[in-house]
């Protein structure tokens, strides 16, 4: 369990099963072993989780303002992104491949080569295919790095759109949205 626990520990990024598996051999089950060494964890502020696609070490929920609170520097990398840039980073996740002209059109303004390159750098999106479009200009696609930041197994796990619409978060005729333009009334 120590070794699987220092490997996962030392990574830089989720680790997968199947790069445990050789620690500890075929015939020990991977998850029951993580389910045992989260209870051996129960009383410390991490804990274990599986996160695109594999095992990561992380700090509990609940000691989340007291690490805000410090001014420790954090390994997380969506914590250095502006709105803006996590707005146009939730476009790209929900409507990947998608070119940055694409995501012009859909907020109404530039997308500048700023933004995709300080995402880029942030490890958050990468290069996709070539789109079949004049030109064959670049899509940009979510990276499992952005996976692990949200704490997400896939992208299966993105709220659904039609929630998010439900709720007001988004507007759901197509067209830039301006946030400072309340939305529709309801009809009666």
Known sequence: MLRVEAVIFAASEPVPPAVLVPLVGKACSIELLMDD??????????ELVFVAGGWQHRTRPRYADAIRAATAPTRSAASALSDYETTVLAAISYLQPITRGQLSAIFGREVSRDTIGSLRGAGMIASGPRSPTPGAPYTYVTTKQFLSAFSMESLRELPDIEALEDAGLLKSESGPMDPDVPADPPEE
């Not at 060494?37 to 991490?46: F, G, I």
């Open 37 to 46: 060494l989260n209870a051996e964890l129960a009383d410390r502020p991490y």
